[in-house]
């Protein structure tokens, strides 16, 4: 296939798929309202089912449920009949997803659930299929024409598919006040679960590096290059911070003063309150970092210096 053709048929589809979205918002109606009301009050469990390719895009919404506060659980339609239908109770929810509503495994799942006090709605593409006929809710999907070659393999219709799980999870996410953290409390592992949990104490440094007012030139470079820090605080006795020494403030040091091995650390450092508490969150000394244009901060807990937080440790995290 020329490159011209491969760019023109790519470009057919998006525009294809793209239609058939635009077709789908005016087909929205009192049924999709009602829907996401009857899930959002729903007593029993949410179970999005379909077969085929319409299997895939039922886990895909039941995964974003589940992240963004309403639970569900995924079930397909063929094993539903070989045991799985022990996972449906009374005032269940059952979504069914289907392009044409007619297929042998919809059809026999929806026999069985009219004999069951559920509530079953309808994506579907056909609205007068078995499957649309025998649902309390139609969630009508249509589709003028799938966007392959062929006219075959579900494009525009799994995707119509998914657009409407987007909505009405995007609509419970707005019912339920679902809030960005929220979102990081299913997510704790992502950069938006980080940039809402991690704490400064988890990505300090707990061996940071320190030196007195008195400590000589040579000790503090020794200080500063053995803990890779790109820098150190200035501490008295008892731990408390006076200061705090770059590699910036050496090189600009070097600069201006010959000799310099008379020089000690209270010559040299930078009298600071810029610091953070342990519990602070890592994202606040981000903050901090880019407010000041820094790129570390002495970790502070009842007045002592504990710690040394680095730019980098922050962003090795995805943290932003």
């Not at 919809?106 to 649902?135: C, F, G, P, R, W």
């Not at 200080?223 to 020494?245: N, Q, Y």
Request: charged share 20%; hydrophobic share 40%; with cysteine.
């Amino acid at each position: 296939m020329q490159k011209k053709k491969i760019l023109s048929l790519a470009k057919q589809v998006i525009r294809i798929e793209a239609d058939g979205i635009a077709l789908l918002e005016s087909f929205l109606d009192n049924n999709f309202e009602q829907v996401v009301q009857e899930i959002y009050h729903c007593s029993g469990k949410i179970i999005i089912t379909g077969i085929g390719k319409s299997a895939h895009i039922a886990q895909k919404i039941v995964a974003t449920f589940n992240s963004t506060g309403t639970p569900a659980i995924f079930l397909h339609a063929a094993e539903a009949v070989h045991g799985d239908l022990g996972i449906i109770q009374r005032n269940d929810i059952i979504i069914a997803i289907s392009k044409s509503g007619n297929t042998p495994e919809i059809k026999n799942l929806t026999n069985i659930l009219s004999n069951i006090d559920v509530t079953l709605v309808a994506i579907v593409s056909e609205k007068e299929s078995y499957l649309a006929q025998h649902a309390k809710y139609i969630i009508h999907a249509p589709v003028k024409e799938e966007a392959c070659p062929n006219k075959l393999a579900p494009t525009t219709s799994t995707t119509v598919q998914l657009v409407i799980g987007d909505a009405l999870a995007s609509c419970l996410i707005d019912l339920r006040g679902f809030t960005e953290s929220d979102f990081a409390k299913f997510h704790p592992g992502g950069s938006l679960g980080k940039k809402l949990h991690y704490k400064v104490e988890t990505l300090m440094n707990t061996t940071p590096p320190k030196v007195s007012p008195t400590t000589p030139m040579k000790d503090i470079i020794l200080e500063i290059s053995s803990k890779r820090m790109g820098a150190t605080a200035v501490v008295d006795s008892d731990s408390h911070l006076l200061g705090i020494i770059t590699d910036g403030d050496i090189r600009r040091m070097l600069e201006h003063e010959e000799p310099f091995s008379h020089l000690t650390a209270k010559d040299i450092m930078t009298k600071t309150s810029k610091f953070i508490g342990k519990d602070m969150l890592a994202s606040s000394a981000l903050q901090m970092m880019e407010k000041y244009s820094i790129t570390q901060l002495p970790v502070i807990e009842n007045d002592t210096y504990i710690g040394l937080i680095h730019l980098h440790d922050i962003l090795r995290e995805g943290i932003s």
